[in-house]
Structure formats: structure tokens, C-alpha cells
């Protein structure tokens, strides 16, 4: 006995291993997209059930060294059920081979894990999977594989029928899984050609009413579906010709279906009314070609109130229906009075068209000899048809098909019929709805202004109305009905935006380009702009067609430019927010090429705007504004080093558009209107810019010698421009650290310091300290980069002398002669030619220093007076009549000392 259990055990171990291998090989091939790849990966699948059924056949029954083996392939089992029920859910039809080869390997595997006695529970489940299994197999077309699936089902199902089960815990689960079970065999033996098979399943199943009580809604459902495939199969074949007489059975089949389905809750299962309906509809057909026309009318009986209490009761399918009722009766031949109930219902419940009114006349025919029947019927069809819903809709017919025929004229008098008063009563919007189609046919005849007559007699403002107006409106070349018909309609409450894309196909068509603005426009603002790349992308194209648009217009001759300016700037407007929004949301990649494209064209119409937009200076500079932005967020969503050009354009606009800033303020302050607020943000607006400019020369991307030069000229005059400002505003503090800011710049800063200087000067609320010590500083810093011309030198320094020694300090004195002896050596250096010394200046100079020292030796400060008198001996080298006042000077100087020192 021991040595038999040992040499069983290296087999059951071999063919554990080989199952191992093939799985490892098989699972990952289960991603594998390639459909030419699944048969392989099938037959891997087959190899690892044949295996599992070896494993099971070769398992010594009472030694248990088997069971970590088998512990394993269950879990391997369980595994492989998991993936063919994903690969069910997410696969389509041609799936079903793997699936069924996965649950195959599933199951097998499953047998193979388990124990030698195994309980309820575990039979349950169990018997579940083989039948699912089984009946998997069938569906793929595998009869034989199914066959042995629900073969070894067999045995569980026994197994589990002769199971104990004290108190009857497991009574539900043991009736669901054992009516599962004779389902499958039922379904597959009946695929299979084995009807006798199938028919003593159905027996099994329907002849335990106790058993099949215990079922859950959606099993019996289930069930019910089944039983009635099987009896329209059946019904099916004999009316394809098959042999044998099979409408009785069909009905058999179709019995079992209703006895299931009709012990249903409507409230425990989703479909049974539908369920219900197409089994008795199916049974009345079974009934009424085996010649049971007393079952068929029952059958009828039942299904016709059902369907009449349906909203949508006039379906075809149920057209059909009651058909079938009239030819029932008429075989059963009925009294005249249920013939005419089955009339009027099929008359009560169809579409009043031509085809179905011939159809009820045609079968009228074949009960010719009965008058009262015959003229109860047209009557009744007759009181119908005369009711206006289906006067109209013959009407709205007849008025179609001259449409149809391209008779135009015809049709709209039939639409124009519609219209009448007499049917609004019954159809409140029957009247619009004729009038719009009167309108197209006119439009279709060319005859536009009984088009436009027509439409206008519409009672109702829908956005089909006031489409049909915009049509009229492009066909007579009238703009301004276009564009109000477009905004109307996009107001109206039945709006639907595909009206919009073709009214812009139609005005492009018709070349109408400020009706294309508007139609554009309304598109761009029905899009509901979430955070979804889609709308920013077509948001975007809108854009750039409305802008090129707006482009297009401006360069005409009669454009109202103010208006088209504003446009082109909102648009612009929008597309830098949604620029903005994107690049927040990292969705910046999607549109950048509408980005650059857009910061292109805004740069090139502000230049453009600069040679041809009068007194439009702030739009100028707006334009330059939304070039910068949308440049900027360019370079901050690019993801490679950033070119230097690009750069010096986002440079360009943001200067250009500061400048433009400043220009229009001069103007408002030239005429008046220039408040605080305003000067106090466009000088924030300067400090931006200058900020943005000193960031990029940062970054030492701009290397040519004539960029870093432009660039420095730029921060230069952004200078100027908030001195300027600075000094509307009064603040002086401020000011002052703009002159510190100009005399640390460098040797470009020659003009910046000239016309700081003129701005202090000029400036009449200037505090003497603030224009002193700007003086000076610039004085100092021109004197320093040897760049200021003599006459400017000149002028300063007369006013901070001036300054100086009207505050007569000795401190301010000694300051002030430091100044003179300074402009001495000037004047000695540039004496002669038109660039010399001005000789005002040498004059005043020279006037000054004498006083200054006459002054000073009177108040007996005989250093300070010995400095001037010699300054100003010096300067009168340099003017005219110089060496006379020379010796005045000196014989003067000589004097007043001798009187101080008399000895």
C-alpha cells in the first residue's frame, strides 16, 4: 500500500508542474491585443483542463499529501474565473472562444482543488460553475466539451441532492443551483439537436412547483427568457417549412415560459411587462397558426389593455398585435360587433398616412358583403381623419411631398393651409411650424419677400423662426435683420446650436462678413468653457476666425473702426484668459499654437495701429498689453530655453505698451481730464515694466551688442516716464530715488539726466531740497561720465549756485564757490568755438563771484572773499572787456583788504 501511494504521488507532482508551466506562459498572454495570438493561447487553456482532469483522476483517495497541491490549483482556479468575467464585461463577440476556454481551465482547475467529501456549501457553488461553464461552452459552439462539463455537473448535482441538510438551511441555494443546472443541460441539448434531452430537463424543472418557488425574480426571469428562446425556435422552424407539425410543441415550450414569468412581482423584476408581452404575443401567434383561436383570442384578450395603457401605444410590434386580433376573429368568425371594436382599435392607435389608411380599406374588401360592418368602419376612420391632428398631418403630407418634388409654389399653399386658424385650436404650434415651411419653399423659389411676409406671421418666437428670418434676411442682403435674427434666436428657448453652425456656413457662403462676426461671436459665447481641453481647443479657433475676420473689416473703406477696434481687442481679451486658465491647468500644450499665433497678430496691429489708428493711443496700447501677456505665458509654458528674439518682442510690447499708457495720459492731462488714480496706475504699470525688463536682461539670453543697447534705451526712458509721473503726483520721495536710480546707470543715461533735470525745473511745486539735490546728483554723474554738453552744464549750475547762496550758509557758501572753480576749469577747457561756454553764463559767473566776495570781505571772511575775487579774476579772462574789470576787480579787492588791514 505505501509503495503504491509513492509512486502515484511523482505523477500527480508532474502534472502539477506542467500545469504551473503553462500557466505562467499562458496568463501573461492574456494582454496581448493581438487577436492572432488567441488561438494559441486557447489551446493552452484546453491543455491546462485536460491536465486538472488528470490531476483529479490520478488523486490517491485516502492519502492526503495531494492537498497543498490542490489547495494550490484551486486558487489558480479561482483566479482564471475572476479574469473571464473581466474579460467578459470589456471584450466583444468574438471573446466568447476565451472566455468559454477560461472558464473551462477555471472549472476543472476548481474540480481539482477539491476535497474528497465535500460539503453543501462547496456543491453549490460548485455545481453553479459547472453549469455556467457548460453553458458557456454551448453558446461558443463546443457541444462536446460542454457535454463533458455538464456531465461531471451530474455528479455534483447528485452529490448534492443526497446531501444532508439539517433544519433545511441550505434549501434556497441547493433549489437555485440544481434549477441552474437542468437550465444548462436544457439550453445546450437543445442547441445540440437533443430535443428529448431538453424537454426532460424543462419537466425536471417545472414539475418541483415547490423547488421552482424558491427561485429569486431575476433567476426565474432568467428562466422564463430561456423557455420562451426555446418555443420561438420552435415556432420559427415550422414556419421555415420544417417537418413534422411543431406548433403544438412550440406552445408547450411557451407555456412554461408564462407559468414562470407570471408568478413574477412587478416589483422584484425590471422587465416583466415588456417579459410578459412577448411571450403572450408569441403564444397568440403559436395559438393562431396551430388553429386555436379560441386560445389565440384569450391570449389577446389579455395582451391588448396591456399595451393600450402604454404611452407609446402605437408602436409597430403592437400595430401587429392587434392585426393579429382582427384575423383571429375574422377565422373564428366573430359577430360584426367585435370585428368593429378590432377596427377601431387598430384605427384609434395608428399614424393617419396613406400607406395605413390603404391597408385598412384593403382589408375592408374582404368583408364586402358586410354593409353595416363595411360603412361602421369608414365612418369611424372618417370621424378620425377629420379631427385636426390628422387633417393636418395629411396636410403637412401632401404640402412634403410637393416639397420633395421640388413644386415649390404647390407646397407652400399646402403649408399655408396648415396654418389656418381652424387647427391651432387642436395644435397650438401648428401654425408656426406651416409657416416656416411656406417660407423655405419660397426661399427655395428665390421669392424672398413673401419668404420674409410669411415667416413673419409666425405666433411664436422659436429659434426656428428666427432661423428661417435670418435666412431671409442673407438671401436679401439686409445685415442688420441677419444679425438681429441671429441674436434672437440664440435667446429663444428651443435654441439648439447646430442652427448656429449653419448660419455660419450660409454667411460665409454669401459673404456677408459682419453677419459672420455676429454668427461667430454667438458660437464662441454658447460654449460652455469647463475644464476640458476639447472647448479651450475649439474656443480657441473661434477665436482666431473672428479676429481675422475683424481684420478683414478693418481695412475697408466705410468699417466703423471705433466698434471693430473694440472687438478685436475683447477677443483678444478672452483668448488671453483662456490662455491663462490653461496653463494653470498644465492644458497650455493643446493650444500654444493658437497662443503664438495670437501674440503675433495682436504685436502686428498695434504697430499697424501705430501708423493708422488716430487718437487711439490707450487701444494701441492694450493691444501691446495682450501681445505681452499672451507672450509671456509662451515662455513660461515652453519647455526649452526660451530665444532671445522671443525675448526682445515681449521687451518691445511691453515697453510699446507702457508708452502708449503714457502718451495717452499726456493727452487727457492736456485736456484736463487726467485724475490721480489714473497717474498713480500708470506709473505702477511703468515700475512693472521696467521690473520685467531687468528680470529678462537677467537671464543673459539677450547677447548682441545693438539689443543690450536698445534694451538699456528702454529702462532709460521708462525713467523719464516715472519721474514724470512721479512729479504730477507730488511724490517727491519717490523722485528723489529715481535720480539715484538715473546716476548709477552708466554713460547711457546722458538724456535720461537731461530731461530729469528739465522735469525738476519745470515742475513749479518742486521743494527747493528735492530740485537741489537732483541738480546736483546729475551734475555730479554727468561731470563723472564726461557726457553732458556745456551749455546744459551751464544752466545747471547756475541754479544750484542760485539754490545755494540764497540759503547763504557758510556751508552752502563754500559748496557754491566749489561750483564756480569747477565751471572756472570748464570755461578754461571750452572758451572758444559754438560749443564754448555760453557768455551769458561766463557773465553771470563772473557778477556773481565779485558780489559773493564783495560780501564776504565785508563780513570779514577774508578766505571766502580771497577765493571769490580770485574766481572771478580768472573769468574775466574769459568775456569781453575781461582785462579792464580784471584790474577794477583787483584794485577793488586791494582796497577793501587794505581798509580791514590797515597796518
Not at 369611424?380 to 398631418?393: G, P, R, S
Not at 466698434?563 to 481679451?573: A, G, M, Q, Y
Request: include cysteine.
Amino acid at each position: 500500500m505505501s509503495a503504491r501511494k509513492k509512486k502515484n504521488l511523482p505523477g500527480l507532482q508532474e502534472t502539477f508542474d506542467s500545469i504551473k508551466d503553462l500557466l505562467i506562459t499562458a496568463i501573461p498572454q492574456l494582454d496581448n491585443p493581438d487577436p492572432s495570438a488567441r488561438p494559441v493561447l486557447i489551446e493552452k487553456l484546453h491543455q491546462v483542463a485536460t491536465l486538472a482532469e488528470s490531476f483529479v483522476e490520478q488523486r490517491p483517495k485516502s492519502n492526503k499529501s495531494w492537498i497543498q497541491l490542490s489547495d494550490e490549483l484551486d486558487q489558480e482556479g479561482v483566479n482564471l474565473w475572476n479574469i473571464s468575467g473581466l474579460v467578459q464585461q470589456t471584450s466583444a463577440d468574438e471573446c466568447r472562444m476565451l472566455v468559454a476556454a477560461l472558464r473551462l481551465a477555471a472549472f476543472r482547475l476548481i474540480e481539482a482543488g477539491l476535497e474528497l467529501k465535500p460539503g453543501i456549501e462547496t456543491l453549490v457553488h460548485v455545481l453553479q460553475l459547472a453549469s455556467k461553464t457548460g453553458a458557456t461552452l454551448s453558446e461558443a459552439g463546443n457541444g462536446d466539451v460542454a457535454g463533458s462539463v455538464l456531465t461531471s455537473a451530474a455528479r455534483f448535482e447528485k452529490l448534492l441532492r443526497n446531501a444532508e441538510d439539517a433544519g433545511g438551511a441550505h434549501r434556497v441555494d441547493r433549489a437555485c443551483a440544481t434549477i441552474v443546472y437542468f437550465s444548462s443541460r436544457m439550453e445546450a441539448a437543445w442547441k445540440e439537436g437533443n430535443h428529448s434531452v431538453a424537454t426532460y430537463m424543462a419537466r425536471k424543472i417545472m414539475d418541483d412547483e415547490q423547488r421552482l418557488s424558491l427561485l429569486p425574480p431575476h433567476d426565474r426571469e432568467r428562466l422564463a427568457c430561456k423557455l420562451h428562446d426555446i418555443g420561438k425556435s420552435v415556432l420559427k422552424s415550422q414556419a421555415d417549412g420544417a417537418a413534422g407539425n411543431r406548433d403544438s410543441e412550440a406552445v408547450i415550450w411557451l407555456q412554461r415560459a408564462f407559468a414562470v414569468a407570471d408568478k413574477l412581482d412587478d416589483a422584484a423584476a425590471h422587465a416583466v411587462p415588456e417579459l410578459n408581452i412577448s411571450i403572450l404575443r408569441t403564444m397568440a401567434r403559436a395559438y393562431f397558426i396551430s388553429g386555436s383561436y379560441d386560445r389565440a383570442e384569450a391570449a389577446l384578450d389579455e395582451l391588448i389593455p396591456t399595451i393600450d395603457a402604454f404611452s407609446q401605444n402605437g408602436r409597430s410590434e403592437y400595430q401587429e398585435l392587434r392585426w393579429l386580433r382582427l384575423a383571429v376573429l375574422k377565422r373564428r368568425k366573430a359577430g360584426e360587433s367585435a370585428l368593429l371594436d378590432a377596427f377601431k382599435s387598430i384605427i384609434d392607435h395608428m399614424t393617419f398616412c396613406e400607406t395605413n389608411i390603404t391597408d385598412v380599406l384593403q382589408d375592408l374588401r374582404t368583408l364586402s358583403n358586410q354593409h353595416v360592418l363595411v360603412t361602421a368602419v369608414n365612418q369611424h376612420c372618417l370621424q378620425q381623419l377629420l379631427a385636426a391632428q390628422a387633417c393636418l398631418t395629411l396636410i403637412w403630407q401632401y404640402g412634403d411631398r410637393h416639397f420633395n418634388a421640388k413644386r415649390w409654389s404647390a407646397a407652400a399653399d399646402w403649408f399655408l393651409a396648415g396654418s389656418h386658424q381652424l387647427f391651432r385650436a387642436a395644435c397650438p404650434t401648428s401654425g408656426a411650424k406651416c409657416f416656416r415651411k411656406a417660407a423655405l419653399c419660397y426661399i427655395e423659389q428665390r421669392e424672398y419677400a413673401r419668404a420674409s411676409a410669411v415667416i413673419r406671421r409666425c405666433p411664436f418666437p422659436e429659434a426656428t423662426t428666427h432661423y428661417v428670418l435670418f435666412l431671409t434676411a442673407v438671401h436679401q442682403g439686409l445685415d442688420d435683420e441677419a444679425i438681429r435674427a441671429i441674436r434672437d434666436m440664440v435667446k429663444a428657448a428651443d435654441f439648439d446650436r447646430k442652427m448656429l453652425l449653419l448660419a455660419t456656413q450660409i454667411s460665409h457662403e454669401s459673404e456677408m462678413k459682419t453677419v459672420l462676426l455676429s454668427v461667430l461671436e454667438a458660437l464662441l459665447k454658447t460654449l460652455k468653457i469647463e475644464n476640458s481641453g476639447e472647448t479651450v481647443v475649439e474656443a480657441m479657433t473661434l477665436i482666431r476666425c473672428i479676429i481675422r475676420l475683424v481684420l478683414k473689416l478693418l481695412v475697408e473703406p466705410a468699417s466703423n473702426k471705433p466698434v471693430l477696434i473694440e472687438t478685436l481687442i475683447s477677443h483678444f481679451h478672452i483668448a488671453k484668459i483662456l490662455a491663462e486658465a490653461a496653463c494653470a491647468q498644465k492644458a497650455i500644450a493643446l493650444i500654444i499654437k493658437d497662443v503664438s499665433w495670437l501674440w503675433r497678430t495682436a504685436y502686428n496691429c498695434a504697430v499697424q495701429g501705430c501708423a493708422e489708428w488716430e487718437r487711439n493711443e490707450e487701444r494701441i496700447a492694450l493691444l501691446f498689453e495682450v501681445a505681452r501677456d499672451l507672450l509671456t505665458t509662451c515662455c513660461e509654458a515652453s519647455p526649452v530655453d526660451v530665444d532671445a528674439d522671443l525675448y526682445l518682442h515681449l521687451i518691445n510690447a511691453s515697453f510699446s505698451g507702457v508708452s502708449g499708457r503714457v502718451f495717452a495720459g499726456r493727452l487727457a492731462a492736456a485736456s484736463g481730464s487726467l485724475d490721480a488714480n489714473r497717474l498713480r496706475e500708470t506709473a505702477g504699470e511703468v515700475r512693472m515694466c521696467k521690473q520685467k525688463i531687468l528680470s529678462i536682461t537677467a537671464k543673459n539670453t539677450i547677447t548682441a551688442a545693438d539689443d543690450i543697447l536698445r534694451v538699456q534705451y528702454f529702462l532709460h526712458v521708462l525713467r523719464v516716464f516715472e519721474a514724470e509721473l512721479l512729479a504730477q503726483l507730488k511724490d517727491w520721495d519717490g523722485l528723489s530715488q529715481i535720480v539715484t536710480d538715473v546716476v548709477t546707470s552708466g554713460p547711457l543715461g546722458v538724456g535720461t539726466y537731461e530731461a530729469i533735470a528739465d522735469i525738476l525745473w519745470a515742475e513749479p511745486d518742486c521743494p527747493i531740497n528735492v530740485l537741489l539735490s537732483g541738480l546736483e546728483a546729475i551734475l555730479r554723474a554727468s561731470l563723472d561720465q564726461n557726457s553732458l554738453s556745456v551749455e546744459k552744464f551751464s544752466r545747471w549750475l547756475r541754479a544750484i549756485c542760485t539754490i545755494i547762496l540764497a540759503r547763504n550758509t557758510p556751508a552752502d557758501r563754500v559748496k557754491a564757490i566749489g561750483y564756480v572753480e569747477q565751471a572756472v576749469s570748464v570755461i578754461e577747457d571750452n572758451s572758444e568755438g559754438d560749443d564754448g561756454y555760453p557768455v551769458e553764463e561766463r557773465n553771470w559767473l563772473l557778477g556773481t563771484s565779485y558780489n559773493t566776495g564783495f560780501e564776504c570781505l565785508e563780513a570779514s571772511m577774508l578766505d571766502e572773499a580771497k577765493r571769490w575775487f580770485e574766481s572771478a579774476t580768472v573769468i574775466c579772462r574769459f568775456v569781453p572787456g575781461g582785462k579792464e574789470r580784471a584790474e577794477k576787480i583787483s584794485e577793488t579787492y586791494t582796497h577793501l583788504l587794505a581798509r580791514y588791514n590797515p597796518t
